[in-house]
């Protein structure tokens, strides 16, 4: 079988991923694109899986993904969840930086349900498991009821990062039709932390949409359980940038 080659005019693809702690999960989806030699560089997140105790701002993530791209003119840019949030954040105020970004279930679209009514019902259903914690059965069920929020999983300066994130999607929504950057969107059809619905509003919203791919019954990780399918789908964008 000939090897494959390394195409010498394909700019860097960072990975910037969302809302999780272990970088380990990516590792297959890395192993597969470096096997089609795309030249891939992940990017790790502080607070996330780069260990920081202080309270982030959307600016300092913009901040710190300005310092990560540094030195390269060309980058192409995946951002996953609330990886895509910072992208976009990126992309207006840096117009003319990435070629081509790629958003992946991306976070940014404000829910229809209010944040404060989420977090309202997260921390009762907290107070109501709480003197069941010790009971395997329970401990499952509430893991379960609540495992979507983010915002219940987080260490106290992250909650108040997530906050300040959370809040920064109503000024994003503000921006979204004058961010020029070619952008592709790759989505999980089956999704429930970002639905299909937020990826047709960036579709509406977004001037510059170059692609779309729907990962059929596939949610918000296609890293984590279909990282074949995932890459087949970006080699597909990659291809055409």
Same mark, same amino acid.
């Given at each position: 079988m000939p090897q494959k080659k390394a195409n010498p005019h394909l700019s860097t693809l960072y990975i910037i991923?969302?809302?999780t702690y272990r970088a380990d999960y990516w590792q297959k989806t890395l192993d597969l694109l470096r096997e089609h030699k795309i030249k891939v560089?992940?990017?790790? $997140?502080?607070?996330?899986?780069?260990?920081?105790?202080?309270?982030?701002?959307?600016?300092?993530?913009?901040a710190w993904l300005r310092k990560e791209l540094r030195g390269d003119m060309n980058p192409v840019v995946l951002g996953h969840s609330n990886g895509g949030r910072i992208a976009l954040n990126y992309c207006y105020q840096y117009p003319n930086h990435l070629k081509h970004l790629i958003l992946l279930n991306s976070a940014g679209i404000q829910p229809k349900i209010s944040r404060r009514l989420r977090?309202?019902?997260?921390?009762?259903?907290?107070?109501i498991f709480?003197?069941?914690?010790?009971?395997?059965?329970?401990?499952k069920l509430a893991h379960r009821l609540i495992r979507s929020s983010d915002y219940a999983q987080a260490p106290k300066n992250m909650k108040k990062?997530?906050?300040?994130?959370?809040?920064?999607?109503?000024?994003?929504?503000?921006?979204l039709a004058d961010i020029k950057t070619p952008i592709s969107l790759i989505w999980?059809?089956?999704?429930? $932390?970002?639905?299909?619905?937020m990826m047709k509003v960036f579709k509406q919203k977004l001037p510059?949409?170059?692609?779309?791919?729907?990962l059929k019954d596939i949610g918000h990780a296609p890293y984590i359980h279909q990282p074949q399918i995932l890459v087949a789908s970006l080699l597909k964008v990659l291809s055409k940038i």
């Open positions: 991923h969302g809302w560089q992940f990017l790790y $997140v502080p607070g996330l899986t780069k260990p920081s105790q202080r309270v982030w701002t959307i600016q300092n993530y913009v977090n309202f019902i997260i921390l009762i259903l907290a107070k709480k003197p069941l914690k010790n009971i395997p059965l329970c401990q990062t997530l906050h300040h994130l959370l809040t920064s999607d109503r000024v994003l929504a503000k921006r999980g059809q089956t999704d429930r $932390v970002t639905p299909i619905w510059e949409i170059r692609t779309t791919e729907i």
